[in-house]
C-alpha cells in the first residue's frame, strides 16, 4: 500500500491484541492486499487515533500491533443539527456532510409536517455513512445519532442542559439574522431545523416556550439539508482560522 489508509475500528475493540473484522478486515486484507509490516491508520470515532502495524492477513480478520496512539481534546464547541423527519432522498448526503464538517450530533425529531414516521432509534446504515465520510476527511469524531419519535417536546427535554438551543425560522416576522458567534460558544449548542413543510405553529409556540431562540438566515428559504449544512460550515471555518492562528 503506497498511503496511509484509515480504517474504524469501535471503541470497545481498542485492546490488545488489535484485531479488525467484518467489512473493514476485508477491505484492508482482500481489496487493499495488505501484508505484514504495512502501516494503517485506525480512529474510533471517540477521539482516539492512532498508526498500526499488519501482524497478520486473513479474509476475515488482521491483526494489528499499535506504533502510536494518541487522543484528540473535546471541541469547545459542539454542535447538534436536529433536523424535522423528511424523506429520504437527502439524507444519507447530508449525513455525509455534516460528519465531514464536523456535526458533534445529529437528532432527526418528527414534526406535525413530517413526510413519513421518525424511527425509534437511529439506522445502522447511517452510522456507517458517518464512520465512511469520517475516515475519508480524518475527522476523529463522529456524530452522535438520536431520533425523537414521539415530536418536538422529547427533543426539547432531551437537550434542556445545552447551553444554547436555537431553531432556524424562515418567517418574514423573524428579523434576528443569525450571528455566527451564537454557533461558536462553549458547550453544546442545538439548531433545530424545520421539514420540508416548515414548523407548525404550536411547535414554534414550543420551542420558544422553551428558551429557544429563533433566527433567520435571511430572505433565501433554504431546503433543510442545505441550512444545515451552512451552520456547520460557520462553526468549521472558524475552528479552522483559530487553529491557523494557533488560538485553539
Same mark, same amino acid.
Given at each position: 500500500m503506497s498511503r496511509t489508509n484509515r480504517f474504524y475500528l469501535p471503541p470497545d475493540k481498542w485492546v490488545a491484541p488489535y484485531t479488525l473484522e467484518g467489512s473493514e478486515a476485508h477491505h484492508l486484507s482482500t481489496v487493499l492486499r495488505?501484508? @505484514?509490516?504495512?502501516?494503517?491508520? &485506525?480512529? $474510533?470515532?471517540? =477521539?482516539?487515533? =492512532?498508526?498500526?502495524?499488519?501482524? !497478520? !492477513? *486473513?479474509?476475515?480478520?488482521?491483526?494489528? +500491533? @499499535? &506504533?502510536?496512539?494518541? #487522543?484528540?481534546?473535546v471541541p469547545a464547541c459542539r454542535l447538534w443539527l436536529a433536523p424535522g423527519w423528511n424523506k429520504a432522498t437527502r439524507r444519507g448526503w447530508f449525513l455525509e456532510k455534516a460528519a465531514e464538517l464536523g456535526a458533534w450530533g445529529i437528532a432527526f425529531w418528527q414534526s406535525e409536517f413530517s413526510q413519513g414516521k421518525t424511527p425509534d432509534q437511529p439506522k445502522q446504515s447511517w452510522e456507517n455513512q458517518c464512520i465512511a465520510a469520517a475516515k475519508q476527511c480524518a475527522n476523529p469524531w463522529l456524530p452522535r445519532l438520536m431520533t425523537s419519535p414521539s415530536g418536538l417536546q422529547e427533543l426539547l +427535554? *432531551?437537550?434542556?442542559?445545552? *447551553?444554547?438551543?436555537?431553531?432556524?425560522? +424562515?418567517?418574514?416576522?423573524? !428579523?434576528?439574522?443569525? $450571528? @455566527? *458567534? +451564537?454557533?461558536?460558544?462553549?458547550? $453544546?449548542?442545538?439548531?433545530?431545523?424545520?421539514? #420540508?413543510? =416548515?414548523? !407548525?405553529?404550536k411547535e414554534t409556540d414550543l420551542l420558544q416556550q422553551a428558551g429557544c431562540s429563533a433566527v433567520s438566515l435571511g430572505n433565501r428559504v433554504l431546503r433543510w439539508e442545505t441550512a444545515g449544512l451552512l451552520c456547520l460550515g460557520l462553526v468549521f471555518w472558524q475552528e479552522q482560522h483559530m487553529r491557523a492562528h494557533n488560538q485553539i
Open positions: 495488505a501484508k @505484514p509490516h504495512d502501516r494503517i491508520a &485506525l480512529m $474510533d470515532g471517540q =477521539g482516539r487515533q =492512532g498508526i498500526f502495524k499488519v501482524v !497478520s !492477513s *486473513a479474509k476475515k480478520t488482521v491483526t494489528l +500491533e @499499535p &506504533l502510536s496512539i494518541s #487522543e484528540s481534546p +427535554e *432531551a437537550t434542556r442542559h445545552y *447551553a444554547k438551543r436555537i431553531f432556524l425560522w +424562515e418567517d418574514p416576522s423573524c !428579523s434576528h439574522m443569525l $450571528d @455566527p *458567534a +451564537e454557533l461558536c460558544c462553549q458547550g $453544546d449548542v442545538l439548531v433545530v431545523l424545520g421539514p #420540508e413543510g =416548515g414548523f !407548525s405553529q
